[in-house]
């Protein structure tokens, strides 16, 4: 997923994290960092191509905002990966509490003088 992959970079996490709390314009962003416009530029590029940050023009400047529909994306993933690990481990509590209450547990969690023998 190439939003991902845009997401890695400390710096670009950094600019969605400014822009998600105002508009701001190349410079404004390249302001905020020790990097030069033209690594700022490339960063919001990289942004602009994951769909994680749009641009417009206003006069002859390009004002920067976050782009929402990218960030529902990065949401969607994270909740497909919330259900799939949450019932996961809903099956591990429900194998723990049978295993418990059978009194079937392997040495290493069973209380002392519990489970099987080594």
Do not use: C
């Not at 960092?33 to 942004?47: D, M, N």
Request: aromatic share 6%; net charge positive.
């Amino acid at each position: 997923m190439e939003v991902f992959a845009a997401l890695a970079d400390d710096t670009r996490r950094r600019i969605v994290e400014l822009l998600a709390r105002e508009e701001l314009l190349a410079g404004e962003v390249a302001a905020h960092f020790g990097s030069s416009r033209p690594a700022i530029s490339h960063h919001l590029k990289v942004l602009r191509e994951a769909g994680l940050v749009r641009s417009r023009v206003d006069a002859q400047r390009r004002v920067y905002s976050v782009d929402p529909a990218g960030l529902d994306a990065v949401e969607a993933w994270a909740a497909t990966q919330r259900r799939f690990w949450n019932a996961q481990l809903d099956r591990l509590a429900r194998r723990i509490e049978r295993d418990l209450a059978a009194g079937d547990l392997p040495p290493a969690v069973a209380p002392p003088g519990k489970g099987t023998a080594p």
